[in-house]
């Protein structure tokens, strides 16, 4: 039987919904299905948003009811219960197949932070070699908003491609986005691509107005559409690079000498590169994660146990524990692996238009999962692991020819990186 929960939220994340309210975007059909639980006592305490009762049916009927949503075998693992799981939306999936083996309001149109930076690699990455350089103008780094997280570019520099891809996945860098926006036409018509990125991988749920995921009115992703992003993302053995490079060294300044120094970056993503309160998650590949002022924390992360290979979106935590949305990505890796071959799924993954069968991509068709497994094997053959650097701490390896090393952030880093921004955008208030 479907199980369904009741879904709380937090206050800081109330108050920018309200905020948003004022706009007439909100008016629009984007967020129309948005609703509110009024306050118990009649007072005037922050309105707790709730899921729509109708969402998205992409992917299977049970994923557009609001709540929990899973159908266990018998012997299957209990899945953690709402104070282990506080996200507003969350979704475990076979990256291969598709299968939804869980979720909780997939569909739920939320703001996506720098997890949307997926849909801007999916879209631009493919257009550029890596080898490609290109010098900064100082056009280039206008219209980022307060608070961006960067990776340190610097106007009248030169890049390579592939240096500006480590700065988006690595440091999130919103100066890298807009660097490579440039080189594609500009911001508007990135957007614009973006958009329609979204529309071609049948991702219904996504409005772009953004490319870097920074907040803004109106703009809006699901936890189900962020994971059609990531195993899109991962079929491209590039992405898979960037995405699951630990640490790596990013060019910096000019020297007297005519040499350009270099200075250590760091992924973000935790999961993958640990941190002082929560260690790497064994058999971890990336994939992206982001944390804004109206998103709170959000993440999509890829990992392999054996054959299996998972896909785990969360969004919104209302535990506001330091890691909270990696905690709680952690705990569904583990039920999702545990589950293997004990649930039944709700729902699936749809691939691209004209991968799969019907034209709104619900139908039953298998064409777009068997073009997913061959993509995401070719990293190393069926069933091979294909996390593109070996996960833990303190471990060395090899990726594209040069050497990664896996480091720990210091706590009081953490915590000034957090005060510029986290990793995607208006964290100042």
């Not at 509110?36 to 009927?61: F, I, N």
């Not at 939804?100 to 720098?114: I, R």
């Not at 849909?119 to 206008?142: C, G, N, S």
Request: hydrophobic share 35%.
């Amino acid at each position: 039987m479907p199980t369904t929960l009741s879904t709380p939220a937090s206050p800081s994340a109330v108050r920018a919904v309200a905020a948003l309210a004022t706009s007439a975007l909100l008016m629009t059909p984007l967020l129309a299905g948005t609703a509110h639980a009024a306050p118990a006592d009649g007072g005037q305490q922050p309105k707790v948003p709730v899921p729509p009762a109708k969402m998205s049916r992409v992917g299977g009927e049970r994923l557009g009811l609001p709540g929990v949503q899973v159908q266990p075998r018998a012997g299957a693992p209990r899945l953690p219960d709402e104070k282990e799981l506080t996200a507003r939306s969350w979704i475990v999936s076979d990256a291969e197949t598709g299968e939804v083996l869980a979720a909780k309001n997939a569909h739920w149109q939320l703001a996506p932070a720098s997890t949307l930076k997926m849909l801007f690699a999916d879209t631009v990455l493919p257009k550029f070699p890596k080898t490609r350089t290109y010098q900064v103008k100082p056009a280039d780094l206008a219209g980022m908003g307060a608070g961006s997280s960067l990776v340190g570019i610097k106007e009248n520099l030169t890049y390579s491609v592939h240096d500006l891809w480590l700065g988006v996945f690595l440091r999130s860098g919103n100066d890298a986005v807009h660097t490579l926006s440039a080189m594609n036409g500009g911001t508007e018509a990135t957007v614009r691509q973006m958009q329609q990125r979204a529309v071609e991988l049948n991702a219904t749920d996504t409005h772009v107005v953004t490319p870097d995921g920074y907040d803004a009115p109106g703009q809006v992703s699901s936890a189900y559409d962020l994971s059609l992003f990531a195993r899109e993302g991962l079929k491209n053995p590039d992405f898979r690079e960037y995405c699951s490079t630990a640490s790596a060294q990013f060019p910096g300044d000019m020297g007297k000498d005519g040499k350009r120094a270099t200075f250590g970056i760091q992924n973000t993503n935790r999961l993958l590169s640990g941190d002082y309160d929560i260690k790497p998650y064994p058999g971890i590949a990336g994939v992206k994660n982001g944390s804004t002022t109206n998103a709170g924390s959000t993440f999509t992360g890829v990992a392999q146990h054996g054959n299996r290979k998972l896909l785990v979106t969360v969004m919104n935590p209302e535990k506001k524990v330091h890691n909270e949305a990696y905690r709680e990505a952690a705990r569904l890796f583990d039920w999702g692996f545990a589950a293997d071959g004990k649930v039944e799924p709700v729902g699936r993954l749809v691939g691209p238009k004209g991968a799969d069968d019907g034209p709104d991509g619900t139908g039953s068709a298998k064409n777009g999962g068997q073009q997913a497994r061959a993509a995401l094997d070719t990293a190393g053959g069926s069933g091979a692991p294909w996390t593109a650097v070996g996960i833990g701490a303190g471990v060395v390896a090899l990726l594209g020819g040069a050497a990664y090393v896996v480091r720990r952030r210091r706590p009081a880093a953490e915590g000034a990186r957090s005060r510029r921004g986290g990793s995607g955008g208006a964290r100042r208030k």
